[in-house]
C-alpha cells in the first residue's frame, strides 16, 4: 500500500528566508516523486519529480527536493522565498510497478510573509 | 499550447440527478485520469485511461461512477442518483503514454460538484 504523509498542514516563512516542505512516504517498492502546486481557482501546477540518479532534483519557479531514501522522504526547498510562493503544495507517490495514478498527501499550505 | 480543459467549472446539482463531466485532455496525449478532491484533502483517484479502455477502475467508489472515453480523447465522468457525499472537485489529468511510468501528470482546473 503507498502513503504520503505531509506532516504540516500551514508553513509560514519571511519573503526571502528559506523555506522547506516536508513530506515522507510509504511504498512497497522504488517510488517516483512528486511536488505539485495548486493556486486558488488553478488546477495542480507539476513542479518536479524524482525518478532515478541524483538525489536533489531541481524543478520549476528556483524549487529543488531531496529524495532521501533511508528517511523515506523527499522535502521540497527553495532558498529564498517570495511573496507568489503563497499556495497549497501536495506531495505524491506512485511506485515504479504496479499502479499508474499519483497517490497524494493532505497538503501543505505555505504563506510567505512580506 | 492548450492545456487540459474541464467542463463545466460548477455544476450545482440536487440530490438523486444524474451528472456528467467532461474533460479535454491535452492532444496527443494517450493516458486520462480522473481524481476527486474533497476540501482539506489532496487528490483521490478514480480511473484511469490507457486510450480508449479503462485501465483501472480501481478508484471508483461505487456503481453510480463510470466513466467513459469512446474516442481516446475527450473524456466524460457521469454519475447517477447524486449524493450530498459526492460534493467535491473533480479533476482530469492527462499525460503521455504511461509505458514510461514517469511521465507526469498535467491536470486540469477542475470541476466543483455541489450536490444540494
Known amino acids: 500500500a503507498q502513503s504520503v504523509a505531509q506532516p504540516e498542514d500551514q508553513v509560514n516563512v519571511a519573503e526571502g528566508n528559506p523555506l522547506t516542505v516536508k513530506c515522507t512516504y510509504s511504498?512497497?517498492?522504488?517510488?517516483?516523486l512528486f511536488w505539485y502546486v495548486q493556486y486558488p481557482n488553478r488546477g495542480l501546477q507539476f513542479l518536479l519529480k524524482?525518478?532515478?540518479?541524483?538525489?536533489l532534483v531541481k524543478g520549476s519557479y528556483g524549487f529543488e527536493a531531496e529524495f532521501n531514501k533511508s528517511q523515506t522522504s523527499f522535502h521540497l526547498k527553495k532558498p529564498s522565498a517570495l511573496v507568489s510562493d503563497s499556495a497549497l503544495y501536495f506531495c505524491a507517490v506512485r511506485e515504479k510497478t504496479g499502479a499508474n495514478n499519483l497517490f497524494f498527501g493532505t497538503g501543505t499550505r505555505l504563506t510567505v510573509i512580506p | 499550447g492548450a492545456g487540459v480543459s474541464q467542463t463545466p467549472s460548477n455544476k450545482v446539482t440536487e440530490k438523486g440527478k444524474y451528472v456528467e463531466l467532461r474533460c479535454d485532455p491535452i492532444s496527443g496525449h494517450t493516458a486520462l485520469y480522473w481524481y476527486r478532491q474533497s476540501l482539506g484533502q489532496g487528490p483521490e483517484f478514480l480511473i484511469y485511461f490507457q486510450g480508449t479502455g479503462a485501465a483501472d477502475d480501481s478508484g471508483l467508489p461505487n456503481d453510480r461512477f463510470f466513466a467513459v472515453r469512446p474516442e481516446g480523447s475527450v473524456s466524460t465522468l457521469k454519475i447517477q442518483r447524486t449524493e450530498r457525499g459526492d460534493s467535491a472537485v473533480y479533476l482530469c489529468a492527462s499525460s503521455l503514454t504511461s509505458g514510461s511510468s514517469y511521465n507526469e501528470q498535467f491536470f486540469g482546473p477542475g470541476t466543483r460538484l455541489t450536490v444540494l
Open positions: 511504498v512497497s517498492g522504488n517510488p517516483y
Open positions: 524524482y525518478i532515478t540518479g541524483d538525489n
